[in-house]
Every structure is written in C-alpha cells, then in structure tokens.
C-alpha cells in the first residue's frame, strides 16, 4: 500500500504586519483594508517628503541663481531667509579651512553663522581624454 504525503501549503504574509494570510487568493498581499490602508499611506508619505524636498532645493537653487545673475557673492542670513531660502535643505557639506562648504546642486558657497559668502558654481573636472572641440583622444 503507497504512503499518502501531504504537502505543506505555505501561505503569503501581509507586507505590512507580517501576519500569514490564510484566506483569499493566493497572490493577496495584505491581510485586510486597514493593513493595505497603512502600508499605502507611508509609501505616500515618503513621496510627499521627496516632493517637498525637491521643492525646497528648487527654491534654494532658484534665489542663488539669482543672486548669482545680480553678482552678488555674499548675503545675510536673515535677508537669505527672506527671500524665502532654507538653510537645512542642501545637497552636500564639506569642512575646507574652518569653514563649511555648502552645495545646492552645482552653485556653492561658504556659510558662517551670520552670512553665506563665495557664493560661485562649481567648476567640475573634464573627464579624463576629452579635449576642448568635444571629441575624446583614445588612449591604446
């Protein structure tokens, strides 16, 4: 007489509170409305920060460009602020000489605790065989 195995069914687990998920069709990613609710709420959430953030650059970038086109290379940092610019939002830092190095994009400036100074765009590096009419020397 042949044995009788039974295979062990592994049911999928809810993406947001881990839960196994017993009933439904087997592809379901969520044990129920609410776990679907909360799980799409926070993905929202962290795209409404991206936004804002991105928003905030483009406005930081915005008023150094136009700071820039008046050739004004130093400010306050409370006319900065209104004008409308957010110091906490920046793209990268660096320590050079006691001072902090700040970068919106490619325009960046010196900042101190009263006034952002040196405001210039950054001058990036040719890559390495590229010559002045755009063509590239090949190295054999």
């Given at each position: 007489?042949?044995k009788t195995y039974r295979i062990k069914?592994?049911?999928?687990?809810?993406?947001?509170?881990?839960?196994?998920?017993?009933?439904?069709?087997?592809?379901?990613?969520?044990?129920?409305?609410?776990?679907?609710?909360?799980?799409?709420?926070?993905?929202?959430?962290?795209?409404?920060?991206?936004?804002?953030?991105?928003?905030?650059?483009?406005?930081?970038?915005?008023?150094?460009?136009?700071?820039?086109?008046?050739?004004?290379?130093?400010?306050?940092?409370?006319?900065?602020?209104?004008?409308?610019?957010?110091?906490?939002?920046i793209t990268s830092s660096a320590k050079?000489?006691?001072?902090?190095?700040?970068?919106?994009?490619?325009?960046?400036?010196?900042?101190?605790?009263?006034?952002?100074?040196?405001?210039?765009?950054?001058?990036?590096?040719?890559?390495?065989?590229?010559?002045?009419?755009?063509?590239?020397?090949?190295?054999?």
């Amino acid at each position: 007489m042949a044995k009788t195995y039974r295979i062990k069914e592994e049911h999928p687990r809810c993406l947001e509170c881990g839960d196994e998920i017993v009933y439904g069709r087997s592809d379901k990613k969520f044990c129920g409305v609410s776990c679907r609710a909360r799980y799409h709420n926070r993905e929202a959430g962290s795209s409404k920060s991206r936004m804002r953030i991105l928003s905030i650059l483009d406005r930081n970038y915005s008023i150094l460009e136009g700071l820039l086109s008046l050739e004004i290379t130093s400010i306050g940092n409370a006319e900065l602020g209104a004008l409308g610019f957010n110091h906490e939002v920046i793209t990268s830092s660096a320590k050079i000489r006691g001072h902090t190095e700040v970068s919106c994009f490619d325009i960046r400036y010196f900042r101190s605790e009263t006034k952002i100074f040196n405001i210039h765009r950054a001058v990036s590096a040719p890559l390495a065989g590229w010559q002045p009419d755009g063509s590239m020397n090949k190295r054999h």
